[in-house]
């Protein structure tokens, strides 16, 4: 499982094998999340157990490093 990066105590990543759309899992907190691409940036696709102030910090990262994941999600998926 390719890891991203580690903040707020959330662990940014991929599963082994994904599929399309491009999106990037959030782990962490006794929560996860999910964020596909849509064309221009990476959107909450669904949450679990994450709080909303959590929720804000993991939105501004993901779309802070959106070109680091999609450089990734490129050359590992191709």
């Known amino acids: 499982m390719p890891?991203?990066?580690r903040m707020y105590g959330f662990l940014f990543m991929f599963?082994?094998?994904e599929h399309e759309p491009m999106h990037v899992h959030v782990i962490g907190n006794e929560g996860e999340?999910?964020?596909s691409?849509?064309?221009?940036r990476f959107v909450l696709e669904k949450s679990r157990n994450v709080k909303?102030?959590?929720l804000r910090r993991i939105t501004s990262v993901i779309s802070?490093?959106?070109d680091i994941i999609i450089k990734r999600w490129i050359e590992?998926?191709?």
Not at 37 to 40: A, F, P, R
């Open 3 to 5: 890891e991203l990066f």
């Open 15 to 17: 599963f082994s094998h």
């Open 33 to 35: 999340a999910k964020f």
């Open 37 to 40: 691409w849509n064309g221009e």
């Open 52 to 54: 909303r102030n959590d």
């Open 64 to 66: 802070n490093n959106s």
């Open 76 to 78: 590992l998926f191709g």
